[in-house]
């Protein structure tokens, strides 16, 4: 009996040295063991699942940016005119829309882009109300490329170097645009979710016909998330950071988002 019992403490403690020395073990090695353990988890589309999970997080977030971009409305298109000719910022006569060429900075190279190459993007048109700060607004029909779709393609790079993946990880594209004219005077900043609203335009025409130098040839935004002080005429150079970029008429007193 007495020996019995002896053997069943013995097992017993036999049975608790072996737990803690398990646990002993796997804490001493739980930062190895867990790296070991999330590089040797299944594979989804090329990332371990936890890390996939993580970015699945990010894609539910990703949608919402697209999801939630509430659209402004659309006019026929017989109720489109001509707008007046509003400010003159940064648009000193002396340019040459033929040697114009636009300027793409981020975190990789930057590039370099002709017209054409905005063009071979998909062609928007929209009817819409241009608003001005002032007090007035217009229905015009304009004609370019989204700039979502524009980032897609000519983006100048991401943190990690990979391709941006626009509609899934827009934070891979940083979290504002700059976009200034081609002599720096007139500039004006975009948070990501305006810049890639199916709304924001890089526009090159204003009612059928090619855009006029004095509304903003050869390439100008379009935002109706915005005021127009934000629909930059004579775009120069597009810059995707994560710093807030300078503001022509946020230095001057007017909200800095501008939206309406
Ligand atoms: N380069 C440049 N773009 C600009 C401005 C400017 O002064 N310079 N003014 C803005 C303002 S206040 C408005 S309301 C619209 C007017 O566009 P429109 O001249 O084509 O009507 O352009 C915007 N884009
Ligand atoms: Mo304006």
């Not at 040839?217 to 935002?223: D, Q």
Request: glycine content about 10%; hydrophobic content about 35%.
């Amino acid at each position: 009996m007495s020996t019995n019992r002896d053997l069943d403490v013995e097992r017993e403690m036999h049975r608790k040295s072996r737990r803690s020395f398990l646990m002993l073990g796997i804490s001493a090695t739980a930062g190895f063991a867990g790296w070991t353990w999330l590089t040797t988890r299944p594979e989804v589309g090329g990332l371990p699942y936890p890390l996939r999970r993580a970015l699945e997080l990010n894609e539910k977030l990703a949608e919402r940016y697209f999801k939630e971009a509430r659209l402004a409305p659309t006019f026929p298109r017989e109720m489109a005119r001509e707008p007046r000719v509003n400010g003159a910022e940064g648009l000193p006569s002396a340019f040459d829309p033929l040697a114009w060429r636009l300027h793409v900075l981020g975190r990789g190279e930057p590039r370099q882009l002709t017209l054409e190459d905005i063009k071979r993007l998909p062609r928007v048109e929209m009817t819409t109300e241009l608003k001005c700060i002032e007090g007035w607004s217009v229905i015009v029909n304009w004609a370019g490329s989204r700039l979502s779709d524009f980032a897609a393609e000519y983006h100048s790079g991401t943190g990690d170097g990979t391709p941006p993946d626009v509609r899934h990880r827009p934070r891979d594209l940083g979290r504002y645009v700059g976009l200034e004219t081609p002599d720096g005077g007139y500039y004006v900043a975009m948070d990501m979710p305006s810049a890639l609203h199916p709304q924001t335009l890089l526009c090159y025409e204003m009612n059928g016909e090619p855009l006029s130098i004095e509304h903003g040839a050869p390439l100008r935004l379009i935002t109706t998330v915005k005021y127009g002080i934000k629909s930059i005429k004579r775009i120069g150079r597009i810059t995707f950071t994560d710093e807030r970029p300078p503001d022509f008429w946020a230095e001057r007193g007017y909200d800095w988002y501008a939206g309406h």
